[in-house]
């Protein structure tokens, strides 16, 4: 009986997969490159089903849908574009079903994020006596997180347009596709969550916070 | 002696925006998604580029709404590739039970 422990066998070389070599494996079922496919992906397609959906129970519902679709439509994946932006494709439109289902009819307003104005179409905009760049605020850790949970203030109907034109860089056809509007409604709440975002970040910005 | 003074400035402005080739600030309001995209014809560009040149409060308005939006892109999405390393293992056993049902 040999009792000696085997040799350690070096790291095995891990031999890249092109992009279509590993669709062809998938596309085969092979359950190592699956699940390594999986693990590989699940975190960002996480991250974006968050952005949208602000719940994780619902975020986590998305990407198994999501998963499922992928796995379900590879024979239809051409390569036409990255396998990411197909993947990316599917869960957003994944994340925007789960969404609609749950949204709630009651939308908040907006209204006092928005420009004010007087009776001469003034703007009324107290004056910026100090100004702080975005470069200059990122470099501070709390930023992402306080300009993060300014957002989640947002009315979901604009937050969602925002999130999907400004974060997932749809255009202005595919949001309005994707929520069933019309191109001039995308435009209008686009313009309103920007206006409003920049009312809720200018105490950042003006230097009076974090 | 602030206010009066605001008044007037806003009066001088209320009547100048209403001069031709001039829009006021609420109209100005109307084509920032369009400048920023860059979809406003020319005429309709150089008229809000003039309101720009004489509006103090839209100018500094249109900075900090282009710093908010910088502000918001860079912030959501950094946070990909901030992922964090541990993978929802709950989740990848939830997704791999439902590929191979």
Redesign the interface.
Known sequence: MNACLPEPQPPREETPVSESGEVELLRAGN?AV??DF??TN???M???AR?ILRDEGHA?DA??NA??KI?GNLDSFEGRSGLKTWMHRILVNEALTVFRRNRTQKDESIDEWL?V?????????A??AN?E??EQ??QRTQ??AH??AQ?DKLPDAYRVV??LR??EEMTTGEVANALELSEANV?VR??RA??A??KL??P??RGQEL | MTAPRKTIKRRIHGTMFKLPLMITCNEFEDFVLAYLEEELPAHQCTIFKMHLKVCRECREYLRAYEASMTLTKASLKTEETDLPESVPQDLVAAVLAARNA
């Open positions: 359950a699956t699940a999986v693990r699940v975190t960002w996480l991250a974006v952005r986590e990407v198994q998963f499922v796995f420009p104005f007087d009776d001469n179409g003034c703007r009324i905009e004056p910026w100004f760049t975005p605020l990122l930023t992402k300009v993060a957002i925002l999130v400004d974060i435009k686009l313009h920007r206006a975002l920049k970040l200018e950042l910005i």
